[in-house]
């Protein structure tokens, strides 16, 4: 009885705080996917950037010599920001959050060889907050 009565409340309560430490601190910690051609996937550091985040890392595959990693801002048909990546294998280019406003982008990635062209976007937009 001395067990159910002093122990357990003390451990449903540590095992409370701990899950909601985690919860909230990482919320940033989950990278978004890309959808698309599978040649060329990729990947996100984070779904969310707070105002004191400095960078949206992209992170993907390049099978092919070259490849054009673009950021939009969610409604707006052109491009926010562009890098070629001219290398074949894993790259990992980086868009600065300076001067970007609060609001959803988008990552597109695109690739062709000879005749084939292939096209990877993120699964759901990036949040971003200024």
Sequence with gaps: MNFRKRILPFLLIVGL???GVLGV???EAFAMASKGASKIAFHTDANNYSKTATTIDVIGKNPFDAVVVELYKKGDPKFY???????AG???VS???KGLKAGQYDVH????WSYLAF???LTHYLN???
């Design 17 to 19: 705080v701990f899950a």
């Design 25 to 27: 601190s990482s919320t």
């Design 81 to 87: 920001k562009r890098i070629d990546v001219y290398k």
């Design 90 to 92: 894993t790259y990992k």
């Design 95 to 97: 868009f600065s959050l």
């Design 109 to 112: 990635v695109n690739s062709d």
């Design 119 to 121: 096209h990877a976007e």
């Design 128 to 130: 971003v907050q200024r």
